[in-house]
């Protein structure tokens, strides 16, 4: 009883919660409530993906095209043993061009009738965006308290060198550096415990706070951080 208490105390403390957090645990709803696979679709600006065979299979992964498909993503199992992948749908994007793995596999998705052949004869996978998820603003931090992980995310001019630095870190500028996914997009996942955070970007040498974030404080030397709060898992 004593640690609800406590945990409810520390929400009450929280004047807003980022969306971040509101939007982990929409999306932890919407997988409880999948009971069968179903064709790929955005959801509450995640694409949102499943796969459930008649037959067992050890693990299903999928890999994008925009990641030239050199990372692969695991699949997950709900109570309900659907398999099923969240992917956050970064600004300006209009689809996502897919294949999956299934046991070392490579297919199309079978779920999803759109698939179009490339140059060199693969046929790959495309999710089209409706109109207004594709104009949804990019989302930072994402915070994942069940892994007790958080996606940060930064946008700027092409090829720059991007650092995250924060409270975690000691303030060291040049511990982290940021990952360009796609021109003008840098992206880093930490393993932070729950607890709160102040975190800021470098850029050509200049700290700033991150323009996603609307939390963000200032120091006493007139120093600007943003804040981060990691929830304990529920």
């Given amino acids: 009883m004593a640690k609800y208490t406590k945990l409810l105390l520390l929400l009450l403390s929280i004047r807003v919660l980022s969306t971040a957090a509101d939007l982990e645990s929409d999306l932890h709803i919407k997988v409880m409530r999948t009971l069968k696979a179903e ?9 949102f993906f499943t796969f459930q065979s008649q037959t067992p299979v050890r693990y299903v992964g999928i890999a994008f095209l925009h990641e030239e498909f050199r990372k692969v993503h695991m699949f997950q199992r709900n109570d ?9 749908i970064q600004e300006g994007m209009s689809h996502l ?38 104009n949804r603003s990019l989302r930072s931090p994402l915070v994942h308290p069940a892994e007790q992980r958080v996606v940060f995310y930064f946008k700027a001019e092409p090829g720059k060198d991007i650092y995250l630095t924060g409270s975690f870190a000691r303030w060291d500028p040049y511990l982290y550096r940021m990952e360009e ?17 102040y975190y800021a ?15 963000w404080s200032k120091s006493k030397d007139g120093q600007e951080a943003s804040i981060l709060i990691v929830p304990p898992p529920s």
Avoid: C, M
């Fill in 39 to 47: 064709p790929p679709h955005v959801y509450n600006g995640y694409a």
């Fill in 80 to 88: 309900k043993n659907v398999l099923f992948f969240a992917y956050p």
């Fill in 97 to 134: 061009d897919y294949r999956l793995i299934v046991d070392g596999l490579w297919i199309t998705d079978p779920l999803n009738p759109n698939a179009y052949q490339d140059l060199q004869g693969v046929f790959i996978s495309r999710l089209e965006f409706p109109r207004e998820d594709v």
């Fill in 181 to 197: 996914v796609r021109p003008g997009l840098y992206t880093l996942t930490l393993p932070l415990l729950p607890g709160t955070y």
């Fill in 201 to 215: 970007f470098y850029k050509d040498g200049k700290r700033t706070r991150d323009p996603l974030n609307k939390e």
